[in-house]
């Protein structure tokens, strides 16, 4: 498997600030995270691919200025939400893809509960 | 349109009772099928990948099978610390690594 690690865990801020979440690879080196949202009882929603070296690749209908990423090294992408408001209140949670025999099983990090007051 | 459809979307039974929880998709070549366990409050935790049809893999009470059509995950004789959400996830063949989830299956097992 693939150790993936976030931080903060959790987070509350006032509305119209910025919070900043890092993911990070323990294990191995990573060129490639994906970024997901998931609100109470529904499923991950990807919203962006982050590329180490190069811009991310933002989902349809997801802000790439309001959620900026850096994939800053091989194991460390950070994902910003800026100017956060109330509907930004979600749980955030990154993914590795790691080859366990051809098809890249994502590997995903503990989350991150964002709360935007 | 690529899609995965899980059910039931609740479950519960009573601790020993196995059951089976379904995963079906419509993708235009499949990678891979994947299945996570998430607990709340966490990230998804990795169970099984599986390939192709007919493949099947176990772990300890969970074992998942693979047709054309679905998945299954068999949970025999459930304890009630596999109570969590079982997440199914596909990856089509083509150049991207993206997954496309169900809405997952809450399942409670009882003491």
């Known amino acids: 498997g693939a150790v993936v690690s976030q931080h903060p865990s959790w987070v509350i801020c006032k509305s119209g600030t910025s919070v900043k979440i890092e993911c990070r690879s323990l294990?191995?080196?990573?060129?490639?995270m994906f970024w997901y949202r998931q609100f109470p009882k529904q499923s991950l929603m990807l919203m962006a691919t982050?590329?180490?070296?190069?811009?991310?690749?933002?989902e349809q209908g997801v802000e790439k200025d309001k959620f900026l990423i850096n994939h800053a090294s091989l194991t460390l992408s950070t994902l910003t939400v800026t100017s956060a408001h109330p509907e930004d209140s979600s749980f955030y949670i990154c993914s590795i893809p790691k080859d366990g025999g051809g098809a890249d099983t994502q590997y995903f990090g503990p989350g991150t509960r964002l709360t935007v007051l | 349109e690529d899609q995965v459809t899980q059910s039931p979307e609740a479950l519960r039974l009573q601790e020993g009772e196995s059951s089976s929880l379904n995963c079906s998709y419509t993708?235009?070549?499949?990678?891979?099928l994947f299945w996570y366990r998430q607990d709340p409050g966490k990230g998804p935790e990795f169970l099984f990948t599986l390939y192709s049809a007919g493949e099947e893999k176990e772990k300890e009470r969970l074992k998942a099978t693979l047709t054309k059509k679905e998945s299954f995950l068999h949970i025999t004789a459930p304890k009630p610390e596999d109570s969590a959400t079982y997440l199914c996830?596909?990856?089509?063949?083509?150049?991207?690594?993206?997954?496309?989830f169900g809405t997952g299956t809450r399942l409670k097992v009882l003491a």
């Open positions: 982050s590329n180490e070296g190069s811009k991310a690749t933002y």
């Open positions: 993708v235009s070549g499949l990678r891979g």
């Open positions: 294990d191995f080196q990573a060129t490639t």
């Open positions: 996830a596909v990856r089509r063949l083509g150049g991207t690594y993206k997954y496309i």
